[in-house]
């Protein structure tokens, strides 16, 4: 249940509520926006009519149901969308955010003119991996604490904010020390082992939808780091598995708007992972951006031929810096409005 504070609610009639939404054994989870304030009271076993009684309690207008089963995910219980910092990155604001790097870090050569070049072109955020999730146990694996120590190297050298994936709870200390921004990569988004460690890590995390994950299951998997305390999540879509061959994965781009429509965290895309195709990175960034996705996350590499991991679908430095630049064109004019001289 939500209960919704009047306008001008007093401090002592919402520590009121809160103190009640306890006793009634829920857990009250309290967002103060600009107008009003939310209480959410979650968690099962304690009383909903006890609850549905605060209507009469001072300062309250009204108490309704969550109508879906992620609750502090809802923008039920958040009337602004929520902006999450990432060091001076503003992840939900007005302005789209590019993450940009290569899929797997490999060489110091490597990372740092990725991230001095993705810099040049616009991007405000670095990508790179140092722990990989790959499918055969004989594949790259990721350098490791290696890697973790050229990413900051490279954030030094750019201030770009880094983000990298954390594929196990023991590695959360050592990525933390390093990292801005931790990644829960789409094989993991149901590990809920690892989303309860993270959800008191301390760092915004970049969850990433699974392969096979409905919405509802990608929004409850956000539930985990919200109920346990972590408010400044990210979610990512990046393609699910469908019959299509052409295509890694089939990029699921209605679901960017769905998530933002059902939620009030910031959704980014990731075309890369998507599509796996790295010639229709562009077309998809910008219908992504059109749809209203708060970033992108794009894999980059100064070779791509040679890259030890997604080189098919990782852009040069040229590709992306002449992305970046299409992303800014206007879309297609339409004929109708063009016609009567609207546009
Ligand atoms: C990645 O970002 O390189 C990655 C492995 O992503 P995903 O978890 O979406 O496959
Ligand atoms: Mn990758």
Request: glycine content about 8%; overall charge negative; proline content about 6%.
């Amino acid at each position: 249940m939500v209960i919704n504070m009047a306008p001008g609610a007093s401090e002592s009639e919402l520590q009121h509520v809160i103190e009640r939404v306890r006793e009634c054994g829920f857990q009250p989870h309290v967002t103060r926006g600009a107008e009003r304030s939310i209480v959410a009271a979650v968690g099962g076993g304690g009383s909903r009519s006890a609850l549905e009684a605060l209507r009469a309690a001072p300062g309250v207008e009204d108490v309704v149901p969550i109508a879906h089963p992620f609750k502090l995910v809802s923008r039920q219980t958040r009337l602004e969308r929520t902006r999450v910092m990432v060091g001076e990155v503003c992840i939900g604001g007005e302005e789209v955010v590019v993450m940009a790097g290569p899929c797997s870090v490999e060489s110091r050569e490597q990372i740092l003119s990725t991230a001095r070049a993705v810099k040049a072109a616009g991007a405000t955020m670095l990508r790179g991996g140092a722990y990989k999730p790959r499918t055969s146990p004989y594949d790259f694996q990721g350098l490791g604490v290696e890697a973790l120590e050229l990413l900051r190297e490279a954030r030094e050298a750019t201030g770009l904010p880094v983000v990298t994936e954390v594929m196990s709870t023991e590695d959360i200390p050592v990525i933390s020390e390093y990292a801005d921004m931790l990644q829960v990569g789409a094989r993991n988004m149901q590990n809920f082992a690892l989303l309860r460690h993270l959800a008191r890590a301390g760092k915004p995390i970049l969850l990433k939808r699974g392969p096979s994950a409905s919405v509802k299951e990608w929004l409850l998997a956000a539930e985990y780091l919200l109920s346990g305390g972590n408010q400044d999540v990210v979610l990512c879509e990046r393609g699910i598995k469908t019959f299509e061959t052409e295509m890694r994965n089939t990029f699921d781009l209605a679901a960017v708007a769905l998530a933002r429509e059902l939620s009030h965290l910031p959704v980014i895309a990731d075309p890369s992972h998507g599509t796996g195709r790295r010639d229709l990175i562009q077309p998809a960034s910008r219908a992504a951006i059109a749809i209203g996705a708060d970033g992108l996350i794009i894999e980059v590499h100064p070779c791509p031929e040679r890259a030890l991991s997604d080189g098919a679908q990782s852009l040069d430095l040229k590709e992306f810096a002449n992305m970046m630049t299409s992303l800014t064109a206007p879309l297609r004019p339409l004929a109708a409005l063009s016609e009567v001289g609207v546009n």
